[in-house]
T-cell receptor, first 112, second 112 residues
């Protein structure tokens, strides 16, 4: 099956700093999503971005499908950005198996 | 609020028991997915239903079963529970097979 690798596994920032999270995947995809899991365990949709660039406030994401990677940018980080960021993909060579495969996540800690 | 409703939010039970987790998808979504998140295994796909029919199966144990009803809500049944079944169980829904998935808040199961 498709492999999803996220880096870095852990990241500690001071409030106000910027960061880039990376997601590499091993096969072509027809779905790529970024999620934020907050300290209460909720999985919050950030972006649905199988290709191209999107922005939402201080967050933006870019997926280069031909090179099989996606980047999540967080600018002017806040303590509420802390949590785990997951990248998840659906391979388009999975036949009828359309499961969303998750990476192991990046644990982000933003200190005041 | 993703629009996906899961009940119960928390459940504590004993080994050997059986529990049922319930999920109501977003209005209009035909596809329902179940995921398990444990500390050592990350987010693992269990099973997918589309419009009442099973479409894909992941790492779901034989002690676990699921179904999607005509009104599109879904239930995940976990039986002969073991300590290792303690985890956060998520339901997600989407309109299509490969569209954006939206996750519920999860059901946290603790087996004592």
């Amino acid at each position: 099956g498709i492999q999803v690798e996220q880096s870095p596994p852990d990241l500690i920032l001071q409030e106000g700093a910027n960061s880039t999270l990376r997601c590499n995947f091993s096969d072509s995809v027809n779905n790529l999503q970024w999620f934020h899991q907050n300290p209460w365990g909720q999985l919050i949709n950030l972006f649905y971005i199988p290709s191209g660039t999107k922005q939402n406030g201080r967050l933006s994401a870019t997926t280069v499908a031909t090179e099989r990677y996606s980047l999540l940018y967080i600018s002017s980080s806040q303590t509420t950005d802390s949590g785990v960021y997951f990248c998840a993909v659906i391979s388009n060579s999975g036949g009828s198996n359309y499961k969303l495969t998750f990476g192991k996540g990046t644990l982000l800690t933003v200190n005041p | 609020d993703s629009g996906v409703t899961q009940t119960p939010k928390h459940l504590i039970t004993a080994t050997g028991q059986r529990v049922t987790l319930r999920c109501s998808p977003r209005s209009g979504d035909l596809s329902v997915y179940w995921y398990q998140q444990s500390l050592d295994q990350g987010l693992q796909f269990l099973i997918q239903y589309y419009n009442g029919e099973e479409r894909a199966k992941g790492n779901i144990l034989e002690r676990f079963s699921a179904q999607q009803f005509p009104d599109l809500h879904s239930e995940l049944n976990l039986s002969s529970l073991e300590l290792g079944d303690s985890a956060l169980y998520f339901c997600a829904s989407s309109v299509l097979f490969t569209g954006e998935l939206f996750f519920g808040e999860g059901s946290r199961l603790t087996v004592l």
